[in-house]
């Protein structure tokens, strides 16, 4: 499996698997169906509420720590020096590790200054490999990269074909900061699956889209963590490496970039609104 060398010099695999949504008590048969074909880099959040079973999986796969990368998420309901520090901590007890590999801010909102203190010193104190965010667009990510000791190493945005995040790209480069694509198979959106031109490509290679468009990203360095709960679609999305698209064929899937996110418009007050209440809504815990 390919991987990609990070800002501070530590190698994350290119492809991992999302677990978004995926119910706690079925998270754990998924990740351990996911390492089975091959990955073995997960990301997983803090309010995905299914750490314990991505910790469940990994500690019962025998696979070693260290060839294992972990990503999680601190949310907005723990944002805040004191509160991410211990909530970093929750995560390392779920998890069942004493270190997590890919730490990240997951969203915009509430007191992130603090939380990336927070994280900076995980960092240092060897919790945490490398450092973060999540749904940061252009300014905002400007001034806190700019303004922190610690340059992010990689920023998670919703990035797909119809979404190739050009611009925050560039943005990055001067950090050194690596894209990460979540969606990166756009949920299906913008009938992705029903693409000719995507089909056409596919039935060149003797692939399928979802193939296709995650070969196009991770051939443009953009991290990937695909989600399937079909186990033979969690083998497929990782099958990428016994074929190449041409520059025609990339040059074509360029063309497909809107310019714009589709799922969520991190501008938009109503969102910000949404998710500042989401944990009150979902956590299961508060559910009791
Ligand atoms: N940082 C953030 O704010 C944020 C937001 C969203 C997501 N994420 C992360 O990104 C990960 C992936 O994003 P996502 O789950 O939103 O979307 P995605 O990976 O783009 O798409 C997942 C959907 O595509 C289907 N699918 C997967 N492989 C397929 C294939 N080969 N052919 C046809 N359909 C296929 C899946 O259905 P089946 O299960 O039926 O296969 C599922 O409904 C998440 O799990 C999460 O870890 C992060």
Redesign the pocket.
Known sequence: MKEVRLNNGVEMPLMGY????IAPAECEQYVSEALKAGYRSI??AQAYYNEEGVGEAISKSGIPRQELFLTT?VWISNAGEEKAARSIDESLRKLKTDYIDLLLI?QPFGDYYGTYRAMEKAYKAGKARAIGL??FYDARFVDLAENMEVKPAVV?LET?VFSQQVKMRELMKEYGTRLMA???????MNNL?GNEMLKEIADRHGK?I?QICLKFLTDEGIIV??????PE?IR??FALDDFELTDDEQKAIRRLDAGHPFAADFNDPALAKYLLGYDKQFNPNNQK
């Open positions: 999302g677990v978004w949504q990301d997983t998420k997951h999540s749904n998670q797909h979540w969606s990166p198979l756009a949920r299906g699956f399928d979802a963590i695909p989600q399937s709960t079909k679609r497929s999305n």
